[in-house]
């Protein structure tokens, strides 16, 4: 069947690793909440020193839920190495974008829970982590220290990518093997992953949307030990198909997913949805 055609009663059953179809995205959120929290603990249970996550910014609304229910329970986070996905870049690419931009995932993630954290609960700063345009490198070497990723979490953009690992551009070679060897890295976003963020996050400003980002390489994504994904927008109905039920392809960079030994994917309803088209 094709993938595009798989109707919403039939998606999880059909899809190549577990998928949940939850309400709304509410919904999804709560239990992005409850993954973040649960699988920290389980990690500190299984007795590990430092616990390393992959984080995203995209979904958003799930750090400042964990910060409060962290605080109530008065859960300690200081041994969470939180290694965020991504960043946008200044134009020649050597710097992130500054923090006072609406667009900074630093200024996201500063606002949207580390400043919500009681201090005494909080990771110290240097566990705070983007990868660093002029020295890439430094993820997989901390990556290594630590023994590995406990979780990564995230979305998936229209692409099908991974933090901002699009697939390659009509034309170029598409080597599954080679694309998810790919290491932490400076790219140049595709066009219809600065429209798309245009439309979610600059109310279509296009010019708005720096062409250049720093990303976790498809190699440190895919050897994370629990891999735990979320989709909440209306536009992904198509892609999520793709991801799940279609090919294991670099064409769509998250179905190299398939396979993984621990992955997990909650949508909402809408997700789950036919993607028919509609005037409007």
Not at 149 to 167: K, Q, R, S
Not at 262 to 271: F, G, N, P, S, Y
Request: contains cysteine; neutral net charge; hydrophobic residues 45%.
């Amino acid at each position: 069947m094709n993938p595009l055609a798989v109707p919403p009663g039939e998606l999880a059953a059909r899809a190549r690793f577990a998928l949940d179809i939850l309400a709304d995205a509410a919904a999804v959120t709560a239990r992005f909440v409850d993954d973040l929290d649960a699988l920290f603990r389980a990690a500190k249970a299984e007795g590990r020193a430092k616990v390393a996550f992959i984080l995203p910014v995209g979904p958003v609304g799930q750090f400042e839920a964990w910060a409060e229910r962290c605080n109530r329970a008065r859960l300690s986070l200081r041994d969470l190495v939180a290694i965020n996905m991504d960043e946008y870049l200044t134009a020649d690419g050597r710097d992130f974008i500054p923090e006072s931009d609406p667009l900074s995932f630093r200024r996201h993630m500063r606002e949207k829970f580390w400043s919500r954290l009681d201090p005494e609960l909080a990771p110290p700063p240097e566990q705070r982590v983007f990868p660093d345009p002029r020295r890439p490198g430094e993820v997989p070497e901390l990556i290594d220290r630590l023994g590995g990723v406990d979780v990564c979490f995230g979305g998936v953009g229209i692409t099908g990518h991974l933090a901002f690992n699009d697939p390659p551009e009509p034309g170029e070679p598409v080597v599954d093997s080679a694309f998810a060897a790919l290491p932490t890295r400076v790219v140049e976003l595709s066009r219809e992953t600065r429209t798309i963020n245009a439309f979610t996050a600059a109310k279509g400003n296009l010019d708005r949307i720096p062409r250049l980002a720093v990303t976790v390489g498809m190699k440190e994504i895919l050897a994370a030990k629990r891999v735990r994904i979320y989709m909440n927008r209306p536009w992904q109905c198509a892609i999520v198909r793709k991801l799940a039920c279609g090919p294991r392809s670099a064409a769509v960079p998250a179905s190299l997913l398939q396979g993984h030994p621990d992955i997990r994917l909650a949508i909402t309803q809408e997700v789950a949805q036919l993607p028919e088209p509609e005037l409007r």
